[in-house]
Nanobody, 125 residues
């Protein structure tokens, strides 16, 4: 049974940076596409970024494109989300997800089989 554990969340000032990590166990990232999703209070869960297993191509939500970057280290079985120039509207619980997909998608959360418990990111001065 696969498991995902996120870390790296916290309080950051607007314009600052934060890096989230997601350690996988029970499956290897070589064959799984990985995604980051977030959910703010009172809002629906939304896709943020994902990286495909087949060619390591990445996709981003419009709201974060140019500011966030997803990457992975297969040797450490860990996926990362580098968040730069963060804004108050980035405040949310961030979830890592893994899916047995050749190509990832940020708009298809039901395609992901494994989910982490989430890590809180708060952007405030």
């Amino acid at each position: 049974q696969g498991q995902l554990v996120e870390s790296g969340g916290g309080l950051v000032q607007p314009g600052g940076s934060l890096r989230l990590s997601c350690a996988a166990s029970g499956f290897t990232l070589d064959h799984y596409s990985m995604g980051w999703f977030r959910q703010a209070p009172g809002k629906e869960r939304e896709g943020v970024a994902c990286i495909s297993s087949i060619d390591v191509s990445s996709y981003y939500a419009v709201a974060v494109k140019g500011r966030f970057a997803i990457s992975k280290d297969n040797g450490k079985n860990t996926v990362y989300l580098q968040m730069n120039n963060v804004k108050p509207e980035d405040t949310a619980i961030y979830y890592c997800a893994g899916g047995f997909l050749p190509v990832c998608g940020v708009n298809t959360p039901t395609a992901y089989q494994y989910w982490g418990q989430g890590t809180q990111v708060t952007v405030s001065s």
